[in-house]
């Protein structure tokens, strides 16, 4: 299956951006919904963001609707899921993955994980 691997996470100030990267090898995504999930430290991880596969329809978790965008690039088989006025409680490590709609909401077609990029807000 596809290899995911998330990229630019860092450290930044309340209010300030940061746009992470997904990229994929082994296979193309085109054809498959991609999402974001985050986990904070001694917390449950938690959806983030949806985008189609045609990049047209896309979900949102309550927290981030109106500072985050999700899109994707198919040619490059990548997707960005693009920061704006992060506040503290968005610190966490945040990882991407295929996805699909299950009964209780979006969760990753894979039980396994990447290493993630960590996202640090200070106040």
């Known amino acids: 299956q596809v290899q995911l691997v998330e990229s630019g996470g860092g450290l930044v100030q309340a209010g300030g951006s940061l746009r992470l990267s997904c990229a994929a090898s082994?296979?193309?995504?085109?054809?498959?919904?991609m999402g974001w999930f985050r986990q904070a430290p001694g917390k449950a991880r938690e959806f983030v963001a949806t985008i189609a596969a045609s990049g047209v329809t896309k979900w949102y978790a309550d927290s981030v609707r109106g500072r985050f965008t999700i899109s994707r690039d198919n040619a490059k088989n990548t997707v960005y899921l693009q920061m704006n006025n992060l506040k503290p409680e968005d610190t966490a490590a945040y990882y991407c993955a295929s996805v699909r709609m299950k009964p209780t909401g979006w969760q990753n077609v894979d039980d396994s994980w990447g290493q993630g990029t960590q996202v640090t807000v200070s106040s």
């Open positions: 082994g296979r193309t995504f085109s054809s498959s919904p």
